[in-house]
């Protein structure tokens, strides 16, 4: 429901190749020129008319004439990737051919076209490269670059703001009863990973006006991200005021830990309302922010780092819930992680990564074969 | 033997947590104080003291007083996260809890330590955090953050030379016969998504003291890479060179592409010296280039993304060498690309992945399950 209501981004921008490692283009690529635009040599070696190389071999070797130019009876030395001579039409490796000065005994029978990369072989003029919706690798780049592509037109990064809420909450140096902000620096830290801009915005204190307030700053951002402030209890200034500004879709998820998280819209920007407690919160996010930011981004395939491994302990799930299991992964084996609360974040960074339960499992007994999916 | 003949960098540097994402820990991280440093409600809900609640139930409610502080008799209103009144030993939900006034009804009996979080729980004072060779994730700089550790000594990133040769090569627009230089920038774009920083130096002419003075101004950097110039023909230039300066490790390996590579020594420098042929530069540079960055970082585990699908045509390798075949991925299809020439770098355009297959191997069938690699 969240993702579908989100529009991908529609804004672009021109940038230069060098720059556009991970952007994804937003018009196709078509082929301007041939790559390469003339024959080359696909060997060292020398360059032959193929018919001259008749019946040579090891025993019979042919004597031709070392030029500079190719004909009938002349050959010319060539290097790989280097332009053949126009009346050649093969080329005899190096190691086939015996060289007495300017004569090039041949000791290998070289086919019309053999060893010659013809005009054209890697990319043809108009040839289709690239979609829109492809994200730029480095291989991608240098094909572009072989090209004389010199730029290229992307989407424009989303710009995901990040809210973190709460009284409790400090910058510095916590008294008794208070606590850190950690939970928007981690977003930012992952947003940025996951390709996006973001704006880490002041803790917004537990008060209605101060919470709309701040939504409402950030209706330009292709989405928010609160942290806290999401508990199904009595104190939920965030999703009310979401709802107030804009509509909920869903309070209350069947993810664990993350049950908290609401989804929605401020006005016409949507909005991921992450729980406070620290591991709850970046399950919410892997679960929601990271795809609705792929599809802003008009990524169109997303493959996660995972590595299969064998448990070596129970792992139990929420029953209902979709669980987040943290574990570790040793050699080949997976291990649970037995703090099990979604304040601990030192959890986190004991684990590795995440196995996911589905809600219609009962959790996985050890020796059974899982896939972890590794934290970014 | 090259990744063993590698030194890791020593050199340290410090840098505060919200610039560390994706750096090596060079010290060890111990806990500087307890985390949460105060006992803690793990629950919207009033502190009580548990014996009040004793027999309490939905039939039976308890009544006791709300007041500022919990004694015997007085409960207090407290939020996820927000500290414990002295007295108190459990918290009550607040779902449990039906509040008439300035009294609370308690309808749940509460277990001491029930819903409190201790001092501690998530890191005691003391506790390792991390150990050196730690890669920072977002979530392990939320810890360092939670536990008020401002900034980490990290192992200087790895400084990359890239030397492209052969006097083929044009940086701008290519006359006939002349090719634009890409191995260069695609091995600049993929060393700095594998963490180091790179060197892009002009391109070297196939001469030798040319190749001999680049190489030597670039003694300085952690790894040197070369691309071009290493077929095992005549004109061999740069291993030579490596050979003359330093040592030659190896020279011709048995991966398919990639034959060509040399993996030695200039001075003390490391230096993978990569063939010309884009595909076969390419290979080369994810066989050697990538662990040796990772070597030099002191990276101790790192995990490719990998995905696992269904052949939907034959693989062929090359016999006796380890064969990076290059394939496309089509929902849970592993389709092979064809185009197999090493020098056709739009088969790597073409492709999401290697499968890597080793040189005991002759090949996949259609059907068989395989691993694909990811390409960066």
Same mark, same amino acid.
């Given at each position: 429901m969240f993702l579908n209501a989100i529009v991908p981004i529609e804004d672009t921008e021109v940038t230069p190749i060098r720059a556009a490692r991970g952007r994804v283009l937003a018009s196709q690529i078509i082929a301007p020129r041939d790559e390469p635009n003339y024959r080359r040599a696909a060997m060292d070696g020398y360059a032959v008319v /193929?018919?001259?190389?008749?019946? /040579?071999?090891?025993r019979s070797p042919v004597a031709l004439k070392i030029g500079d130019d190719v004909r009938r009876g002349v050959v010319s030395r060539v290097h790989t990737g280097s332009k053949m001579p126009d009346q050649a039409d093969a080329v005899v490796m190096v190691e086939d051919v015996e060289r007495l000065d300017d004569v090039a005994e041949i000791r290998a029978q070289a086919h019309p076209f053999e060893n010659v990369g013809l005009k054209g072989e890697d990319v043809g003029r108009g040839e289709l490269i690239f979609h829109p919706g492809h994200r730029l690798r480095p291989a991608d780049i240098g094909l572009l670059a072989a090209l004389e592509v010199p730029d290229v037109t992307v989407y424009r990064r989303p710009d995901v703001a990040i809210i973190p809420t709460g009284e409790e909450l400090v910058g510095g140096s916590p008294a008794e009863g208070e606590v850190v902000e950690t939970n928007g620096l981690m977003n930012a830290l992952l947003v940025e990973q996951w390709g996006a801009r973001y704006r880490y915005r002041n803790i917004v204190p537990d008060v209605r006006e101060l919470v709309e307030a701040a939504l409402l700053r950030d209706t330009d951002a292709d989405l928010i991200l609160t942290t806290g402030g999401t508990s199904v209890g009595i104190r939920d200034l965030v999703s009310e005021a979401v709802q107030k500004l804009g509509k909920v879709l869903v309070h209350g998820i069947a993810i664990s830990p993350g049950k908290p998280t609401a989804l929605g819209f401020v006005e016409d920007t949507p909005i991921a309302c992450l729980p406070g407690f620290p591991v709850a919160c970046l399950v919410a996010s892997y679960a929601f922010a990271k795809p609705a930011i792929n599809r802003l981004a008009h990524v169109e395939r997303e493959f996660e780092r995972t590595v299969t491994g064998t448990l070596a302990g129970k792992l139990t799930s929420k029953p209902g819930s979709r669980t987040y299991a943290r574990v570790a992964l040793r050699d080949e084996h997976v291990e649970p992680i037995m703090i099990s609360g979604s304040g601990i974040l030192s959890s986190m960074a004991k684990a590795d990564g995440f196995v996911i339960i589905p809600e219609n499992v009962e959790g996985y007994d050890e020796g059974q074969q899982v896939e972890v999916v590794l934290f970014d």
């Open positions: /193929a018919d001259d190389t008749l019946g /040579a071999s090891e």
